[in-house]
């Protein structure tokens, strides 16, 4: 890489699957840079823009795993892209999950939709090494079944001891599980709640109620943290885009913990 | 991520001397945005584009001849994406000289396309536009009656619109026809009652159009029926309720010379033959309800509603004759001999108020009759500009006619120019009035005067020999001009279609769309869009016709590309209407909407709104912008 | 060093395009610097692009359209003529020379008369030398 | 305190107690000069000041309170440009309530960084002959005659216009204080203006400023929001004045001035070639 | 100390023969405004201004500049080459303060702005202090003047025997051991003289607005509504205030297409666009415009302090003479500070 932090590395594209009907998650490899789960990167389509995305795929992976919803021009031109293409890529940024407070501690991962790429990394790590964390549970709820990402890999999860509630807003096909928001199957996992570390994401509103409703629930409000969204244009806390309160989501952030988020002012915080 | 294939054609190697393609394939390559680059020899032969093997969502480029030769065979041979053609054949290598300033120039036109190629978007094509195939024909002359018919024997219903009572038009009211002093309602007759008879036909008579939503395939058409007080279900026209009527009214077919019953049918041979009411005159007594055996007349009645779905409107509603009132130095309405052609044709008619006598006010026999010819037309003045048509033809009938009744009589006939140039005119017409010692005078009268024994002296200047003189004669007949009819403006605006200078609908093209409207599926026929004789408004009606069912028959519609309006965007200014020269843009609440119908995807609105709130296709300024900076760019 | 030629943007409308391709078909010669740009109708092209045609590095700009026919009530190139006559005004205001933007008549039989008229055209900008917008703006006082 | 300052008050405040408005748009006194003020209260209808430094048009306020009824203090030209944006369909009149005050022009603004510091009147003043809105509620009489200092007049043509757009920093002050620039998305900023870079680039900015004087033809009411604002202070008035000179000698139009006129159609009349 | 003296006849000498060794910067008048330039003649260069209409901050960070150029079917990332030294001379100590904040920003661990970073090592920076502030300045309030400032290399003070010259910087230093002779150590009674118009000058801007600026950090927690809502009405969305500010510093990215490479260009941005925030996915964290003004506010004064150690402004004035609507930053110091 050269001498400006601003410039993207050159990577192909291996693999793109279409996760759910506006949504892809592409593999880039080989990987340009080692990550904590929850860290994002920044990520070019070369004469269309720069956008940042969570890394969703495990830090032991030789590749790299972006799951993208079409939204703007960036993701729509990584939508039409191809195996083979190419694009840039700098990171990793962002601070990650705790993994240290993780240790041998029960674990709930709350997830919303597209929310649950940065958390992916997370539940496939801890799953990696299973001997060093306690349980694992994983709510997740997107807005109808067809929505759910990863879905192919519910059950291998399930397999290796992951307990995993899921909920969609609206039931459709064949549905059979809940329908509710993600809020209604927080009570579900039978977790040792004051000392489980709980790490969520999805859309702003989504992170407002569940917080709200973890700490009803009796999880400690030090151990709940959340992964915001921003719009970004460097990555490294220079550009002034997502600077809020004092603190720059992509250098302080994304994942906040529970007393940091009360503290963002409005705009940033979800409350 | 975008990019396109280049497909370089040599026109059978023939390009090979006037352009370096290896030069520009090179530069070409140079631009990120193209994924690989063929030479063919020829992209008009289907052997050739199959074997390219091209992928479905390919953005393709031709280079090779002119699109109007290529577009067909590449569009049918490829479901390419996004398909640019450009011309380096026509434009390129057959205009330069010189191999190096061709080549450049395919290179700059080529990297202009690849810009537009990349940031065009696949054209949406539609399933196909729904086809109501019923038809809608408003008016019941002449020319609407024939389109009716064409139309509803080709198996297709139509609605026939007939503001009248009865069809027939201006034809059913005339004596005999030219050139060939055929009885015209023998000739009508039996396409009227044809019409009345075909299942196919609704004929709608007393209604009106009065609104008109949709498009070509699928117009919604609000229909006013106006009550005529006997119910024509129940009405056998048996005649007991005219007989007992007590009140006289003017006759309009008799152009009120005869006058009818309150309650009265048009005329003998009406379709549909049912009594009918003129609220105008009616007392109310209820003397015909009293005597109609099957309780057909309701004094009560009141308009209906109709909504009509169909996919194709003929217009075909004829035009008014001009008021010779405007022209006050003829003294008509105030002298009784002075009378218009059509009151003519009622009086010389067997059927009329004198039974065929050509009688004056007064009683006497016309003995002298004088024609003028051009009144209301071919002048700068009250009436419309051209010339009429018909009129020529018809007074040189009208004199025969009088000779026909009275072999004494002595007709004149002023004119401007005589033109008889219909088929049989010359001869069946014009040798004729000369051998009948019919007089020819040229001149536009100037005045008419009246002689206290009642006749009349027409005041004239004979432009062959620059005499001036005076004529007295016992009658004189005004040949009249067609002009819109008084409605015609309304009923064009309803239907959105345009009209010209005189007031007469517009064609959609006077040579190439000679009886298309500016609105897809509406047509015309008729003298609605200008002077006509019978002859060729019954040709449009049928020809009308021939349109329709082309329509009905092509399966689906293809609309031109047509502007859309962002609505998250338009602020409502209206810039872009005053620009639209079809008045295809509307006031939409705060913003505005496009008619598809009307819209001919000319984009002159899209260039004059200022934040491109209105598309066309792939027309933005951004395509263009960025074709011009491919191709300028060095 | 190679002599300086003048860009000249040609927005053709369809059917003054068909007359472009004539010209070529007919065997008439005329200077490889005109590209052509094919539009559906000379109405749709906003003049924005026109003053995006000339910073780009076009030279002159040139619109090609149908004539308005006599009588006939519609005829979106009339919009076309009164828009460059106004931009004609604006560029002459900021000292740009308005022969650099033009509409030219051509029907799809008249190749001929495009292949002419773009001759004379490319002549006349020659004599008016390089509008070089892109080097004026850069400059620095 | 002058006359009119004295009657604007006491009429705004009449206004805001009937309840005729529901707020009052004018300018008020700062230590960063006369700035715009939008009174709701009776109490506070003092701050109101009328002087020749309220130059920038309120009228561009106008657009923010769609639903309300307005009392907008106007120039002559602020009136005309209230005309335009009704005919463009974007005021309702009858949600303003049309505070016209005689204007006899106004000065020119000493900015940052100028070398000058004597006070001129604007040069657009000085051409303006519509001292008075062609529409209005209340009329308040001028009692100053028309400013002293005037700046000796240049013909365009005198003018580099290029090496004036190269002082250009794109900064938007010109279309954010227009009174006419209200499209919900500017063709020549946001995310992805179609002609220009979302970054200023500076061979962009003759396209630019020629394409804002495009968008301006025939409507621009010469109010000079936009020379004011302009950091750099491009003469754009006396550019757009020229456009609407275009639209006057083909169309005997000029913007503003009633509000029975309609814009005219961007056609030629046969045989009336320029 | 490192205080030196210059008449104004050798200022002249030194100006010529800084000309000559590296491309000078220095401020001029044109068409009624003052403003910096590369001046190839020292001689236009004129001191009698009060400040330049816009700061010299697009010397160090351009309105747009190139990011890199990639060439895909070369395979390669071509980034813009160093910068060339240059001597920005006449920047007033506010402007040059700006520079340091900068400095705390963008030089920031573990990422430092290359391109800044570049032409900030390429520049030598020479303040002139301000004796005769203008009536928009409040630069005492942040202590980034009105005589020294924070980011310069060298400080020339004009007094009424020539100027005091402080070397702030080994820059500083070795700029005056370059051109030696036309230096003196500044004696006893020009340093007194220059105190003593340290304390005039900043007595009478304290006279006019006295603030304690760590005081504003409360903004960030007690700043109401109202207060920016009523600015917020009066704003007109134009980025003059950022464009004119001498440290705002946020930009944006702009990819483009060049005839044989993708390139990316950064340049200015501005907070008080509704589309400085706004997402792809149409979520936007600061909706309306008093949001957005909050936020240049707050930005400026409480957040850049808590992130950077330094304040966001350095009091020049420039926002608060050319806002078209007036609103004015003075009005929030007064109301927290």
Known sequence: ?271 | MRRVTVLLCTCGSTLLEKIDFNKVSKELYKNPLVKKIEIVDGLCKANTVKSLSLDANERIIAAACSSRLLEAVLKNLSNAKVIEFVNIREQCAWVCDDKEDASSKTIRLLNGSINRAVRSNPPQYSDGLKIVREAMVIGGGIAGVRCALDIANAGYRVYLIEKEPSIGGIMAQLDKTFPTLDCSICIEGPLLSEAGRNKNITIIPNSEVVGVKGRVGDFRVLVKVNPTYVDPEKCNGCGECANVCPVYQPNKYDVDLKPVKAIYCPFAQAVPLKYVINKEYCIECGLCMSVCTRAAINLEDKPKMLELNVGAIVVAVGSDLFDPRLKPEYHYGEYDNVITNMEFERIICASGPTGGVLLRKDGKPAKRVAFIQCVGSRESGPGIGECSYYCCAASMKEARLILEHDKDAKVFIFYNELRAFGKGWEDLLYRRCLEDGIVFIRSRPSEIKRSPNGNLIVVYEDTLTGKRSELEVDMVVLALGFKPSENLAKLAATLGVSVDDQGFIEEAHSKAKPLETRVRGIYVAGTCHGPRDIVESAVEGSAAAALVISLFRSGNVKLPETAVVLESKCTGCGRCMPVCQYDAIVRDGEKVRVLESLCNGCGACISSCPQEAIVLGDWGIEQLALQISGMLGD | ?141 | ?274 | MRMFSITEESLKVFLRELSLKHVLIAPFERDGYFEFDVLKNPDVINLNYTNTRLSPKRFFLPQRQLVFKHYPRKGFTEEPKEYSSFVLFGIRPCDASALSVLDNILLSPPYKDASYENRRKNAIVISLSCTKPMAECFCNVFETGPIRGMGEDLTFTPTRSGFIVEARTPRGVSVIEEFGKLFRKADGEMLEEYSRLISKVLDEMNRRLKVDKTRLIRIEKEAGEEFFQLNAQRCIECSLCSFACPLCYCFETEDCLEKDSYVRFRGWDTCISPLFTRMASGLDPRVTKADRLCHRFCHKLSRIPLAFNAYGCVGCGRCVSLCPAGIDIREVLKKWG
């Open chain 4, 1 to 274: 305190m002058s006359s009119p300052e004295i009657e604007l008050r006491k009429l705004a405040r009449n206004l805001l107690e009937r309840k005729v408005v529901d707020l009052v748009i004018g300018y008020e006194d700062s230590e960063a000069g006369v700035r715009p003020c939008f009174i709701k209260e009776p109490g506070e209808v003092e701050k109101l000041v009328w002087n020749p430094d309220c130059r920038l048009s309120l009228v561009r306020y106008l657009r923010g309170f769609k639903e309300k009824k307005v009392g907008i203090v106007a120039k002559g030209c602020d009136g005309r440009a209230i005309v335009e944006l009704i005919k463009e369909n974007q005021l309702d009149r009858k949600n303003i309530f049309i505070i016209a005050v005689e204007c006899n022009g106004v000065y020119k603004p000493v900015k940052y960084g100028s070398s000058k510091t004597r006070r001129q009147m604007a040069e657009y003043c000085e051409k303006c002959e519509v001292r008075v809105s062609p529409i209005k509620d209340y009329l308040i009489k001028s009692d100053e005659k028309a400013l002293e200092e005037k700046i000796p007049k240049g013909d365009v043509e005198d003018l580099d216009w290029l090496s004036l757009f190269r002082k250009c920093l794109r900064c938007m002050a010109c279309v954010r204080s227009c009174p006419f620039c209200y499209c919900t998305e500017c063709s020549i900023e946001g995310f992805k203006p179609a002609l220009v870079h979302r970054l200023v680039d500076p061979v962009e900015l003759f396209t630019f400023h020629l394409i804002r004087a495009i968008h301006m033809a025939g409507r621009c009411v010469e109010c000079g929001a936009c020379e004011s604002s302009c950091p750099v202070e491009i003469p754009l008035t006396r550019l757009y004045h020229e456009l609407n000179e275009w639209f006057r000698e083909n169309y005997g139009y000029v913007p503003g001035l009633n509000l029975e006129q309609a814009p005219p159609p961007l056609v030629f009349k046969e045989g009336e070639k320029p």
């Open chain 3, 1 to 141: 060093m190679v002599a300086w030629k003048p860009k000249i943007i040609a927005f053709t409308c369809w059917c003054s395009s068909s007359g472009v391709d004539q010209a070529g078909f007919e065997g008439f010669k005329y200077p490889a610097n005109v590209l052509t740009v094919r539009v559906p109708c000379s109405a749709i092209v906003n003049p924005s692009i026109v003053v995006k045609a000339l910073e780009e590095g076009a030279d002159a700009v040139l619109l090609t359209a149908c004539k308005p026919v006599e009588l006939r009530k519609i005829a979106p190139s009339r919009i076309t003529e009164a828009r460059v006559s106004l931009l004609r005004r604006l560029l002459k205001t900021v000292g740009v020379e308005e022969e650099r933007v033009r509409i030219l008549w051509i029907s799809s039989n008249e190749g001929g008369v495009f292949a002419n008229e773009v001759s004379r055209i490319v002549e006349e900008t020659e004599r008016l030398g390089p509008l070089n917008l892109r080097g004026r703006m850069l400059e620095q006082p």
């Open chain 1, 1 to 271: 890489m050269g001498l400006s932090p601003y410039v993207p590395k050159p990577v192909k594209i291996v693999r793109i699957k279409e996760e759910t009907p506006d949504t892809k998650t592409i593999t880039i490899g080989p990987k340009p840079f080692d990550f904590i789960p929850g860290q994002f990167a920044m990520v070019t389509v070369y004469g269309v823009g720069e956008a940042p995305f969570s890394i969703c795929s495990t830090p032991s992976d030789n590749n790299l795993q972006f799951s993208i919803r079409k939204m703007g021009s960036v993701t729509t031109a990584i939508h039409e892209a191809s195996p083979g293409d190419e694009i840039g890529v700098r990171g990793p940024y962002g601070r990650g999950w705790p993994l240290g407070e993780m240790r041998k501690r029960d674990i709930l991962l709350v997830g919303g939709g597209i929310g649950f790429a940065p958390l992916r990394p997370l539940l496939l790590h801890l799953l990696e090494n299973s001997n060093k964390y306690g349980r694992i549970a994983v709510c997740y709820g997107a807005r109808s079944p067809s929505l759910l990402m990863y879905r192919d890999e519910f059950g291998e999860w399930m397999e290796r001891g992951v307990e995993l509630y899921l909920t969609v807003d609206v039931g459709e096909g064949d549905w059979k599980g809940n329908v509710g928001v993600v809020t209604t199957i927080l009570d579900k996992p039978n977790l040792n709640k004051a000392e489980t570390i709980v790490c969520t994401c999805g859309p702003p509103v989504m992170i407002k109620f569940v917080l709200k409703k973890l700490v009803e629930l009796g999880y400690s409000e030090e151990n709940i943290y959340a992964s915001l969204e921003s719009k970004m244009r460097c990555g490294i806390g220079k550009c002034g885009h997502c600077h809020f309160g004092g603190k720059h989501v992509c250098v302080d952030g994304p994942v906040f913990r529970y007393d940091e988020i009360m503290e963002l002012p409005r705009g940033i915080s979800p409350f």
